[in-house]
């Protein structure tokens, strides 16, 4: 029952812990994928530097039931779910959701992998759960607006809290009343900006997300109290997020019709750096494949629509972190080597012949189309070059590549291990409460030098 005092928070709670996706062929088999996807960063992810140094401040060397994905060791449920989290996020490898502006899988899945050592449940109810919590994540970007990220916030840490305390909130079918206390304790933790990006921080925000859902749904459950109105509340998320820019109607129509994992869908990343420089990384790699050399080229120009480059903090990188950043250097990197790779991105400084291009590029915004938002149709971008010889291309990419089944890329970025080989077709399959336990014993493997 709605709640007069707090409507809006109480129908959202609403819709959190009485959906069923899971009689939703197309959602439920768009989770799965997902979830092999985020499987693979994850795995990569663990054998980062920053994961390592992470997983010793945060207690990982303490005994826990939770498990750290490749590696064999466990930890407590709240700091597997921050250095899970982070592996998942720190290559940049990860999905992204256009309604969230941000990366809802790498925030929602360790927050559920880590509650699981705590309760048994199947993986069919983690995959329903892990639907339910994107389409809060999602839904609570649609009604926030574009200036939330605009204006400096990192919309995986903001509204990742919430999705996944809204995730073990569906999981645990809390009352109305628990659940919109979970949700006003994420919410109260909601923290994240975009400042940290090409740092050692950004991936940081996906582990604190799921950190900070899981210890929110924890503490309602155990009679810890709070706000119960976090989106009526005057001095609530949308005033102190939104900046006048919210659409509340967007929070819970026609919620689940079709579910958000479905469309817009998420995008899986074709390539290891920010998706916004993905389609001038596919432009570089079709120019490359006609024979475009970059000695002929004089200057190139990216234009995109008013705020589309928002993420794109970096015009000349120093390393292959703040590099993931620049769409400078992500088109030079494709241009000259036709392809994008793990090594493109790593800690390394940038590659002076690289770098020799990505200087000959800059950027303008095109203020007579439509200002990008959530809707896809707002992304573009458009690529002049101008030769040596005089002569000019142009290329324009709508919209954002991605992968529609990431199985290759899990075996790239699990280095082919043989630990790891059958993940991906028991996630495809896998309903059972045996299931699960199954995946946490193949995922909790010791191959991760900085986690062993």
């Known amino acids: 029952m709605t709640n007069t005092f707090a409507p809006l928070t109480s129908e ?38 920053t994961t390592g140094i992470l997983a010793d401040a945060v207690g990982g060397n303490l005994p826990g039931g939770a498990i750290l994905i490749g590696s064999a060791r466990r930890a407590d449920p709240l700091v597997a779910a921050t250095i899970n989290g982070h592996a ?20 929602i899945i360790p927050a559920l992998l880590a509650f699981a050592a705590e309760r048994a449940f199947s993986a069919d109810a983690l995959v329903a759960s892990y639907i339910v919590g994107l389409e809060a994540m999602a839904r609570l970007g649609l009604s926030l607006g574009s200036k939330h990220y605009e204006n400096g916030f990192h919309a995986t840490a903001t509204l990742g809290t919430v999705g996944a305390a809204a995730a073990i909130a569906h999981l ?30 950004k991936p940081f925000h996906a582990g604190m997300a799921a950190r900070s859902g899981l210890l929110s749904a924890r503490l309602a459950t155990a009679g810890f109290g709070g706000a119960r109105d976090f989106l009526d509340s005057p001095v609530g998320f949308y ?42 990384a596919s432009l570089g790699i079709a120019l490359n494949r006609e024979g475009l050399l970059a000695e002929a ?26 590099a993931r950043f620049s769409p400078e250097y ?33 950027r303008r915004h095109d203020e007579s189309a439509p200002r990008m938002s959530s809707d896809p149709r707002t992304r573009f971008v458009i690529v002049d070059i101008a030769l040596r010889d005089g002569s000019r291309i142009q290329r324009r990419f709508d919209g954002l ?30 309903s059972s409460t045996a299931d699960l336990r199954q995946l946490l014993a193949l995922l909790n493997q010791d191959i991760a030098p900085h986690l062993a």
């Open 297 to 322: 080229i004089e200057r190139i120009t990216f234009t995109y629509p008013t705020g589309a480059d928002a993420a794109l903090v970096v015009s000349k990188p120093t390393n292959g972190i703040e």
């Open 239 to 280: 005033s102190a997020y939104a900046f006048g820019a919210e659409r509340l109607s967007a929070l819970t129509e026609n919620w689940g019709s079709p579910w958000q994992i479905v469309v817009p869908g998420l995008t899986l990343k074709a390539y290891p750096c920010c998706t916004a420089s993905h389609p001038v």
């Open 88 to 107: 998942g996020h720190v290559l940049d490898y990860d999905d992204v959701h256009a309604s969230v502006r941000g990366h809802p899988t790498t925030v």
């Open 172 to 201: 645990t079918r809390a009352p109305i009343d628990e659940t919109a206390i979970a949700l006003g304790l994420a919410a109260t933790q909601s923290s994240g900006l975009r400042l940290q990006f090409g740092a050692d921080a």
């Open 330 to 362: 992500v088109f030079a990197a494709a241009l000259i080597d036709g392809a994008l790779r793990l090594d493109h991105f790593d800690e390394q400084p940038v590659a002076p012949r690289l770098m020799e291009l990505a200087r000959r590029a800059d």
């Open 12 to 49: 959202f709670a609403q819709a959190i812990i009485s959906s069923n996706p899971g009689e939703d062929r197309a959602a439920t088999d768009a989770a799965r994928t997902a979830i092999i996807d985020f499987l693979a960063c994850a795995i990569a992810g663990a054998r980062d530097r």
């Open 401 to 430: 590549p991605g992968l529609a089944d990431p199985i290759e890329k899990f075996r790239d970025a699990t280095a082919r291990h043989p630990a790891f080989a059958d993940i991906p077709s028991l996630v495809r399959t896998m």
